[in-house]
């Protein structure tokens, strides 16, 4: 099986580094729009990313917003963060195949 689940402490654990690994990063891209056209099922979702070709492919894959006004109090139900550049050292400790 290739997806396998992790507990929720190694979660938080690489939650932190990737949220310490951004606040101290020159540059990132911050995508909010939908993933669905059907008014019924689209999920408003936030995209981060750091590497400015990451951020062109979310903006042809997602659909955006056409106001100011949709954005301008947009909550996401989902938040995606590509962590691309964050090593996790202690892959083996946490249970993962690798170190990224």
């Not at 020159?26 to 408003?44: I, L, R, T």
Request: aromatic share 12%.
């Amino acid at each position: 099986e290739i997806n396998q689940p992790t507990s929720s402490e190694v979660f938080d654990e690489l939650y932190e580094k990737v949220t310490k690994h951004y606040s101290e990063a020159d540059k990132m891209y911050v995508f909010d729009g939908y993933c669905g056209a059907n008014p019924n099922s689209k999920k408003d979702v936030r995209i981060i990313t750091e590497l400015a070709w990451q951020h062109h492919f979310v903006k042809n894959m997602f659909i955006r917003p056409k106001t100011k006004e949709e954005v301008a109090d947009f909550k996401p139900q989902y938040t995606i963060i590509n962590a691309c550049k964050v090593v996790d050292e202690d892959f083996e400790r946490h249970g993962h195949n690798s170190e990224v």
